[in-house]
């Protein structure tokens, strides 16, 4: 346990500053464990903050199970262990400085091992245990889009579009669930998962994250088009940049795209007017 195997003593950062000291026994010894959402502090200063913390301090999605943990906005973009160093962040494998420990039932992470996997400085006011965030600017993320035909090949999106539009429209209101398992799995999708099997079923084979496949094809402009394009969306004010593809759909004609988000789960949404289209980042053709 995190109590034990950190050194002692330690201190809790309250939401309102304040410090009180934590002892060994405070967990009672059957039952379930209060769970402790405030930061800890080692005697040496080392801090570790709850995963849930990040999550929303970022306002993104938790999906804590017992061998992993995934945040996203609508996608996952960052994946960890307990116990393990290797993480991934925005689709890439990396090593924390410092392995997640679960505690009270929830992972813990050091405040390096939190700036490692978001890739810039986490900080926390010990004063108030708010945590704050420079700037993200992931890896590659200000690489030029990849340009050319897919590295999977031609496919037959081109010639079945009415096909892929219907396809796609037997899935409206399955659920949403955040880091979904393949469907066959979940009979759930995120908004990565229900893009990619719906290609898949016209033999294109599509990254899962939504980061990845706005790396694939060609870009294309709203005048430009069509049915079964991708159009990739930004996080606003999740990262202070608009920049990193936070959510993607299929374009299925008359300004409308197919995708799933919340309630109802998989549903058509206008891309001319509303919500969607005053964050829209790209938009690629996958051929």
Known sequence: MLLVSLTLPLTMITSCGQQDRVRTNSVPPSGNPPVKTEAITESNGTTWVPLKLVAQSLGLRLQENRDSANLGYSDVMFTVQPSQRHAISFGQPIALPQAPVRENGQLYMTMDAVSALLQTKAKMDTRTGKLSFDRITPA????????????????????????????????????????????????????????????KKFGQDLPRLARDQAKEGVPVTRDQLQVGDLIFFTVPGRFQSDKIPGHVGIYIGDGKFIHTWGEPGVQISPLDSGYWSTVILSMRRVR
């Open 140 to 199: 590659g993320s200000n690489m030029p889009p990849q340009t050319g035909t897919s590295r999977y090949g031609v496919l037959s999106v081109a010639d079945q579009q009415d096909e892929m539009v219907a396809y796609a429209k037997q899935f409206l209101g399955v659920p949403y669930e955040f880091g979904a398992a393949p469907y066959e799995q979940s009979k759930a999708f995120d908004c990565s998962s229900f893009t990619r099997h719906v290609f």
